[in-house]
């Protein structure tokens, strides 16, 4: 049966099936040809070309990154620094399956799961041939037991890597920021600046704070290596160099001293504290509490602390002095009071009575003193002291609100600053125009009650009050507030100071200021609202407090600190400056959520005096802390 | 003397010298290059010598068998084959996000490999069965034997095995004479279902045809295979740079120097002088191979050595039309040079049966 099959063999189906293999055959041939044809373009029409590719791949210039600049406060304490240590990177082009390599790797040297999730993160915005660093910080024994199992491992080696480090982390995180790795926004911005070339082989860049906003001065200028190479990047042969430049160093004008007074005076409390030099606009202490430990955005920040810090209801990568924005309560009086004078809307002699209450003339609505029963006659001056309500609600109303936004604006509230760091925000100082613009909504004489104690539209932010503070005390001049006091050439060690910026100066006539500066002088002393703070002061300690309200008290209702959700008690505003009669230093203080300015705010700025006019070490605050709760209720604005 | 004769009888008594002349200069050519490739690792070259020594006791072996046992081997192979590969669907590791290799206890294999084989066998055994009356609905019945299988392969994913099977499975119907009013159908189809093929493929499918159409859209990523071994080739000019002298090769931009893209390195050092005399050898290969075709006596010997010569032509085609960058990058050997065991296995145990086509009686009588 079988055979018959294998014998058969008709001639005319072999014709059939030979044209079919002559057709292949065919077909064979011409696709050798195109094949041919391809190798003759390549091979003599192009070999120019690729021979001219061939030389440029085989000859690559290899940038030589700079090391960064460094950042001192103005005694010389280390704020960020740089250390060289090795690192563990992997090319993932070269590894054929990354999972098996690290799980091989680990059985050598630690890897957490945080680094994992780490390095996934950076290979998912990486290109797969770049260098990622799976650890940083190598031990001399986790080097040498790699280096004998570097065989094991193509595509894994070991780099010397200069590393960022912030050896001050929370207390100085808001002002200095940090590095993190390049993105792709990064590289956009850089391509826009014409940047990109001095970034070749940069892997960091600064994100926020003085580390983006002087990324200029710390970067430096890479330099070149013109080396024979293979594709991994490794050097053959060193042909020519040009040797980086390194970043220049920067010295603040911050007193870490101070910062740590002021962050041990705030203890555990969340607000703000900016402190600026009334005589050139330098910032002396910064503080957003809570901070964060920048550090750890360096290398990129691994998932679980980035919940951490993000998802936290204390907020900490939110820097309250350069972006929090707040009703600055009684704070605003101060300005009001100049204005009346400025404006000729008071005298300083003028009194009135103070009923508890104010009302608009032919409208039933009360607005409070936050006095019941008031504070009897009241002047100007007193109206400082005691924080009389009633006397601003009537001053308001006399003057209307485009003459207080038109005056007060020139303190600086409302408008960004123009600090050397950059995310300011403007805050908001209202006018009748804004709030047509905004609202749609023609501006009613009630809405100039609230603004008069600054509450209602008035936002500010704690650098705007430290910087119109400074004009009260410097008696009208504004001072750009600068965070950089002096540039340190990397090259030569030469110091060049960054001069001091007038902006402008009011034109304030001295007995005014002189009317209201005694009156702030008052506050701290035996009853003022801030007498306790003043309390044996030995120097001449201007204040004002205030209480910035975080909900609507509705009409007819009492603000109730004991009943009220902890995060929506009012905040607690103190502005200051001191010595009064010769001002070294005015500052602004925020303390969330803890009631009124006089208590918990205003021994704050007594610290930060004494330390910075005294040399007085701050003390422990627990002991304070109960006493405020205590005073609370007395003692509301 | 006798003694020596008479093995050496045995031992050549199937053996098609001609070819095997063909086969062996082209492994020597490949363990030349292999060696500049490799950065003159001679372990790797003598590791790569085992592999061909395995490769050709294979290629002996099955020259040995006739036709008929191997023809009976044909449907189990096929079966088994296909069984695989529906446990690689179900159980395979998956590496690098494809499932191409099922641990079977002992050892990993691929069995998309033995469908390389099993595939065309199965065919021609098909098409043998149903000789005498060849109707549309045969073709029909052989082309799903094909595409099932295809299929599979394409969804591990493994696109370049999957046309590369697909292909000799082509060759099987083509040559077992399929209307060309079907063949020229069927081309217009295909390209007609383009857009639904490509909504169909994955990403880095789509991201190596739309690099293949400009290389330089991405030279870091995808396009760095093209670029580099287009470089290679073309400043390897009409002499080629010399013996372990290629820049390319030596300084390693060349990626996957030793396996997919040898070609290159060949092409850097040898030039085009080079180039000619290797599609030289493996035209004289090829040639051969379509003597023993033509002078097959059955349908079952005509088609299956069809399939094979024109698969080993494909591997050649596919392997220098993507290193010179006129294909996209699939991943396909080049025949007897590339390093590596499981294809020079796989295309030696093509050679096998061809030679045994050819050496064995082609007229059975018992």
Redesign the interface.
């Known amino acids: 049966m ?2 018959r ?5 008709h001639p005319i ?1 072999l014709h ?3 044209i ?2 002559a057709v ?2 065919a077909f ?1 041939v011409v ?2 040809a ?3 044809v ?3 373009y ?3 029409t ?2 120019e ?3 001219t ?3 440029a ?2 000859i690559s210039i290899l940038p030589l990154v700079p090391n960064r600049g460094l950042i001192y406060d103005r005694n010389g304490r280390v704020l960020a620094q740089n250390y060289s240590a090795y690192a563990l990177e992997i090319v993932p082009s070269k590894v ?2 990354i999972e098996d390599t690290l799980d091989e790797l680990a059985t050598i040297i630690e890897i957490t799961a945080v680094d994992r999730q780490r390095f996934r993160k950076l290979m998912k915005e990486s ?3 770049k260098s990622l660093p799976i650890r940083n910080r190598l031990t001399d024994v986790e080097i040498a037991s790699f280096a004998a199992n570097r065989y094991r491992f193509p595509g894994v080696e070991i780099k010397a890597r200069v590393f960022r480090q912030y050896p001050e982390k929370e207390i100085i995180s808001h002002v200095v920021g940090y590095i993190s790795r390049i993105n792709d926004r990064d590289l956009e911005q850089l391509e826009l600046n014409g940047d990109l070339t001095n970034y070749r082989g940069s892997h960091h860049i600064g994100k926020i704070g003085i580390e983006q906003s002087y990324e200029r001065e710390l970067h430096g200028i890479t330099g070149f290596e013109e080396v ?5 990047g490794r050097s ?1 042969r060193v042909l020519s160099r040009t040797r980086p430049t390194s970043g220049n160093n920067l010295i603040l004008s911050l007193d870490l001293g101070l910062q740590e007074a002021a962050e041990k005076a705030f203890g555990e409390r969340r607000g703000a504290l900016v402190a600026l030099n009334p005589n050139n606009g330098e910032v002396l202490a910064f503080l957003s509490k809570p901070g964060y430990d920048n550090n750890l955005f360096i290398g990129g920040i691994d998932q679980e602390n980035w919940n951490l810090l993000n998802n936290s209801i204390d907020r900490p990568l939110n820097n309250r002095a350069l972006r929090g924005i707040y009703p600055p309560g009684s704070t605003f009086k101060p300005f009001m009071a100049l204005a009346a004078l400025e404006l000729g809307k008071r005298s300083p002699e003028y009194s009135m009575s103070d009923p508890g209450y104010f009302s608009l003339p032919g409208v039933n609505r009360r607005y409070r003193d936050w006095k019941p029963g008031g504070h009897g006659r009241v002047n100007l001056h007193k109206s400082l002291v005691v924080s009389c309500d009633t006397y601003y609600y009537s001053l308001a109303n006399d003057l209307g609100i485009d003459n207080i936004h038109n005056f007060i604006s020139q303190f600086g509230l409302g408008k960004r600053t123009g600090i050397d760091i950059e995310g300011e925000v403007s805050g908001l100082l209202p006018s009748a125009s804004w709030k047509m613009k905004q609202y749609k909504q023609k501006w009613y004489a009630g809405d100039t009650i609230s603004v008069a104690i600054g509450q209602g539209y008035n936002l500010t932010t704690p650098l705007q009050l430290a910087f119109a503070t400074m004009m009260i005390a410097n008696n009208g001049k504004a001072y750009l507030p600068r965070l950089v006091k002096q540039i340190q050439n990397s090259q030569t060690g030469h110091i060049e100071d960054v001069p001091a910026e007038l902006l402008y100066t009011l034109n304030l006539k001295p007995s005014h200021l002189e009317i209201v500066k005694n009156a702030l002088v008052d506050v701290t002393r035996p009853g003022g609202t801030a007498a306790k703070a003043g309390a044996n002061a030995a120097y001449t300690f201007a204040g004002k407090t205030g209480t910035s309200q975080v909900i609507g008290i509705k009409q007819g209702e009492r603000y109730n600190e004991k009943s009220i959700n902890e995060r929506h008690r009012d905040h607690a505003m103190f502005i200051a400056y001191a010595p009064a009669e010769n001002p070294q230093i005015a500052l602004a203080i925020l303390v969330e959520n803890t009631g009124t300015g006089g208590s918990t705010a205003a021994p704050i700025a007594r610290q930060v005096f004494d330390y910075f006019l005294l040399g007085k070490q701050p003390e422990s605050t627990v002991a304070q802390v109960t006493e405020v709760l205590e005073d609370h209720a007395h003692e509301h604005l | 003397m006798i003694e020596l004769r008479k093995i050496w009888y045995y031992f050549s008594r199937y053996i098609d010298g001609f070819l095997l002349v063909g086969i062996l200069t082209l492994m020597i050519i490949g363990l030349i290059v292999l060696y500049s490739a490799s950065g003159a690792n001679v372990s790797k070259v003598s590791h790569q010598m085992i592999n061909m020594a395995v490769a050709l006791v294979i290629m002996w072996m099955v020259a040995n068998i006739p036709l ?1 046992q191997i023809k009976r081997l044909a449907v189990p192979m096929y079966v088994l084959g296909f069984a695989l590969l529906v446990g690689v669907a179900f159980f395979g590791e998956i ?2 996000g494809a499932r191409r290799w099922l641990n079977i206890g002992i050892t990993r294999i691929q069995p998309s490999e033995l469908m390389k084989i099993a595939i065309p066998l199965m065919m021609a055994w098909y098409f ?1 069965k149903h ?1 005498i009356t060849l109707r549309l609905r045969d073709y029909l019945g052989a082309t799903m034997l094909l595409m099932f299988p295809v299929f599979l392969i394409l969804k591990q994913p493994d696109l370049g095995t999957a046309l590369l099977i697909a292909a000799s499975g082509f ?1 099987v119907l ?2 077992a ?1 399929l209307s060309w009013r079907i063949i020229v159908g069927l081309s217009i189809t295909a390209i007609g279902s383009f857009p639904v093929l490509w909504a169909m493929m994955h990403d880095y499918q789509r991201q190596r045809i739309m690099t293949l159409l400009d290389p330089s859209q991405d030279p ?2 995808a396009g ?1 295979h093209t670029i ?1 071994s ?9 002499i080629g740079k010399g013996w372990q002298n290629g ?2 090769t030596q ?5 996957e120097q030793s396996t997919d893209f040898i070609f290159a390195v060949f ?1 850097e050092e040898f ?2 002088i080079g ?2 005399l290797l ?1 030289l050898a493996y ?1 004289v290969v ?1 040639g051969r191979c ?1 003597v023993i ?2 002078n097959a ?3 079952f010997t ?1 088609l299956i050595a ?1 399939s094979i ?2 698969t080993f ?1 494909t591997y050649i ?1 596919v392997n ?2 993507m290193v ?3 294909l996209p990058v699939v991943g396909v050997p080049l025949p007897l040079i590339s390093y590596g065991g499981t294809s020079m296995v796989t295309m030696l145990l093509g050679f096998g049966i061809l030679m045994s086509i050819q050496t064995h009686p082609k ?4």
């Not at chain 2, 287009?230 to 009409?238: K, L, N, P, R, Y």
């Not at chain 2, 300084?251 to 990626?255: E, G, M, T």
């Not at chain 2, 007229?363 to 018992?366: G, M, P, Q, R, V």
Request: charged letters at 20%; proline letters at 1%.
């Open positions: 079988k055979h099959v294998e014998l058969r063999n189906e059939k099936f030979r079919r293999l292949s055959a064979v696709l050798l195109i094949l041919y391809r190798f003759y390549l091979q003599i192009r070999e070309h690729y021979h590719l061939a030389e791949n085989r054929a399956d290109k797969r041939f024979e190479t293979d594709a991994a053959i | 008929q590496n690098n043998d000789e060759y083509f040559l004479g870091l990523g760095y580099q287009s470089i290679a080739i073309g400043s390897g000019g009409i820049t390319q300084l390693d931009f060349l990626p092409s030039g085009l180039n000619t599609l035209l090829i379509f075709t033509a006596s059955t349908q005509r069809g010569t024109l032509f085609f220098m039309g010179s960058g006129i007229l059975i009588k018992t």
